[in-house]
T-cell receptor, first 119, second 116 residues
Framework: AQSVAQPEDQVNVAEGNPLTVKCTYSVSGNPYLFWYVQYPNRGLQFLLKYITGDNLVKGSYGFEAEFNKSQTSFHLKKPSALVSDSALYFCAVRDLFSYGSGNTGKLIFGQGTTLQVKP | DGGITQSPKYLFRKEGQNVTLSCEQNLNHDAMYWYRQDPGQGLRLIYYSQIVNDFQKGDIAEGYSVSREKKESFPLTVTSAQKNPTAFYLC???????????????FGAGSRLTVL
């Protein structure tokens, strides 16, 4: 069964410092991996995805993620954190189980990591 | 601008009552989803629909029902059979076709249901 884990409930970082939010996955076949961000009482916003190709994926708001097949990881990174980056971050993997009409956009989400960036 | 509209934003329900959460999208997406969010548990899939007049159960469908009579609309009913309905409910949509698994989900702003 596909699964994704975010080992840290919360990450604290000072503004201007680099940040990393960790994600590991377990899938059958090639993983499709996603990062989403959620601000308080709002829906999720897409940041970036890895489907194939270059292991370093660049996304919105200066975020990037590195796909590491040997370590089954897809960590989210940013070289210099901003206070406005403080939010809840979700890693997700495509759910391979499909019905009749083939692939779906179903995702399996990790439990989320709260990022706190302090001035 | 295209997007997903969820209503109401906040909803209070007495035990034993059914409530319906609205989800409307104008993105021309074929697929729509309902997720439930609880603190520390991430998002769990309730129901999803790939096409009009068809939908499938997700991981936690018990106590919920949906309909998909129009492409734009995917309402969720939380029935009295749902034992712990207090949660934040998120509706999403995505394109379908081709490698649909690579498609990005667009989310609504959510509906917060509280059972009194």
């Amino acid at each position: 069964a596909q699964s994704v884990a975010q080992p840290e409930d919360q990450v604290n970082v000072a503004e201007g410092n680099p940040l990393t939010v960790k994600c590991t996955y377990s899938v059958s076949g090639n993983p499709y991996l996603f990062w989403y961000v959620q601000y308080p009482n709002r829906g999720l916003q897409f940041l970036l995805k890895y489907i194939t190709g270059d292991n370093l994926v660049k996304g919105s708001y200066g975020f990037e993620a590195e796909f590491n097949k040997s370590q089954t990881s897809f960590h989210l990174k940013k070289p210099s954190a901003l206070v406005s980056d403080s939010a809840l971050y979700f890693c997700a993997v495509r759910d391979l189980f499909s019905y009749g009409s083939g692939n779906t956009g179903k995702l399996i989400f990790g439990q989320g990591t709260t990022l706190q960036v302090k001035p | 601008d295209g997007g997903i509209t969820q209503s109401p934003k906040y909803l209070f329900r007495k035990e034993g009552q059914n409530v319906t959460l609205s989800c409307e999208q104008n993105l021309n997406h074929d697929a729509m989803y309902w997720y439930r969010q609880d603190p520390g548990q991430g998002l769990r899939l309730i129901y999803y629909s790939q096409i009009v007049n068809d939908f499938q159960k997700g991981d936690i469908a018990e106590g919920y029902s949906v309909s998909r009579e129009k492409k734009e609309s995917f309402p969720l009913t939380v029935t009295s059979a749902q034992k712990n309905p207090t949660a934040f409910y998120l509706c999403a949509s995505s394109k379908q076709g081709g490698d649909s698994g690579a498609n990005v989900l667009t989310f609504g702003a959510g509906s917060r249901l509280t059972v009194l």
